[in-house]
């Protein structure tokens, strides 16, 4: 009981009443008399609007119990000024000059209730349970408008999903459909809610047992995968899905779905499958050594070639790097050439590589800037020019003895 001038901790179903009056003494014994019947309540007193506005400002009240006549404004007056600000606040008049007008004035104004003073003997305990019966109304509506307000945000925010989104009932039927799975169907909402689904049996046949109905019976709590079928009012079509028991209140109310048409994806997924293994195939084709090489001076991939020429396993090689095999490269001239090389820059030099057992390969490495897996990395394909080297030391060695011959024209006819 008090002015308002020390705030309460109050538990949380405590209801905090602003009580308004000028009569002298009244105010606290209101206090008293409510406070005594009802543990509930904690009563502030104001005897003026201005000393009540005051009160307002600085606590938080549940309720409003106010007279008619009071000083600088009448309850009515205070009445329309609360309700600037709080338009859900329960307020009660409490007046000893009550009138039919003044109540129906009241009461367009917008009052909770009208209580007139000192009409019954046990006015307290019912002006009491008035005042909670007013605070707990107004609570569950702030509750509802609440839970309104979460559920169609919860609402907006499922039917923007990119995923087909549903709640099944136990008979695996839509009870709601966001707009994406309406959309998917080609048909309203409201004519695809009630209608069977045609994805549950094609789940039912990918799982042993029933794991539909392991769901509602609470024996599992998703079911996924994914499908490939012909779907009714849709064609052709490859879905990745999860499923969920819905439950409400510790109970399993139905079954949550959401799906996720991947066809285009999978299509592409397939698409590029088949383009790689062609490329494969071509890369291993090859009579030439080719591997890619990556930013970090690794070899990313290698083909048959470079496998048999070199005498080493694909996997081996795979786990070194290209001064393994040449010492002139190392990993930091490599991330160098890939991050300055120009994108249709074509290096060719001459090197030597060692095999696995020591063979020196003279080779002409051709080498270009690719996109592998996504990051930029050297595809160097290298030719083994063996042959071409002992042509040429040949060569060299006729042109050495004839330029010998030359130069002594007599040795041949002696």
């Not at 966001?178 to 046949?205: D, F, M, Q």
């Not at 849709?234 to 028991?245: F, I, Q, T």
């Not at 897996?373 to 003895?401: H, N, P, T």
Request: contains cysteine; charged residues 30%; glycine residues 6%.
């Amino acid at each position: 009981m008090g002015n308002g001038d020390e705030k309460m901790s109050q538990p949380a179903d405590s209801i905090v009443v602003l009580f308004v009056d000028d009569e002298p003494g009244l105010p606290d014994l209101v206090a008293r008399n409510l406070e005594a019947v009802a543990d509930q309540l904690e009563v502030l007193t104001a005897h003026s609007v201005s000393g009540a506005k005051s009160i307002l400002e600085e606590e938080s009240v549940d309720c409003i119990v106010a007279d008619y006549a009071l000083p600088e404004k009448n309850g009515i007056d205070f009445l329309e000024h609360v309700r600037a600000d709080r338009p859900n606040i329960p307020y009660i008049l409490f007046t000893g000059k009550g009138s039919e007008a003044i109540a129906s004035d009241a009461i367009s104004k917008g009052v909770t209730d009208y209580f007139k003073k000192g009409r019954i003997n046990n006015q307290w305990p019912v002006l009491a349970n008035r005042i909670q019966n007013a605070v707990e109304l107004s609570r569950s509506q702030q509750a509802l408008e609440t839970r309104n307000k979460e559920l169609q945000t919860y609402e907006a925010m499922v039917h923007s999903m990119l995923e087909s989104a549903c709640i099944y009932d136990e008979n695996a039927r839509f009870e709601i459909v966001n707009e994406n799975l309406a959309e998917w169907y080609g048909k309203p909402r409201a004519e695809l809610e009630g209608e069977t689904s045609n994805l549950i049996p094609l789940v039912r046949t990918q799982h042993d047992g029933d794991p539909y109905q392991e769901l509602l019976d609470g024996e599992r709590e998703k079911v996924e995968g994914r499908v490939e079928s012909e779907f009714e009012d849709h064609g052709l079509a490859v879905l990745e899905y999860k499923l969920s028991p819905l439950r409400v209140n510790g109970s399993i109310e139905g079954v949550v779905g959401v799906t996720r048409d991947i066809t285009e994806r999978a299509r592409r997924k397939e698409e590029l499958q088949q383009a790689f293994e062609e490329y494969q195939d071509l890369f291993n084709g090859m009579n030439d050594t080719a591997w890619v090489i990556g930013a970090d001076g690794t070899f990313l991939t290698v083909n048959d070639a470079a496998v048999q020429a070199l005498g080493y396993s694909r996997e081996e090689l795979l786990s070194m790097q290209p001064a393994d095999i040449d010492g002139k490269f190392e990993p930091e001239e490599i991330r160098d050439l890939i991050e300055n090389m120009a994108d249709d820059e074509i290096q060719v030099f001459e090197t030597l590589h060692e095999a696995k057992d020591g063979t020196k390969i003279p080779v002409e490495i051709s080498s270009s800037l690719i996109t592998y897996r996504e990051e930029r990395a050297i595809l160097s394909i290298g030719r083994d020019i063996s042959s071409r080297k002992e042509r040429e030391k040949r060569l060299e060695q006729f042109a050495s003895v004839v330029s010998h011959d030359l130069r002594n024209p007599l040795n041949g006819a002696q």
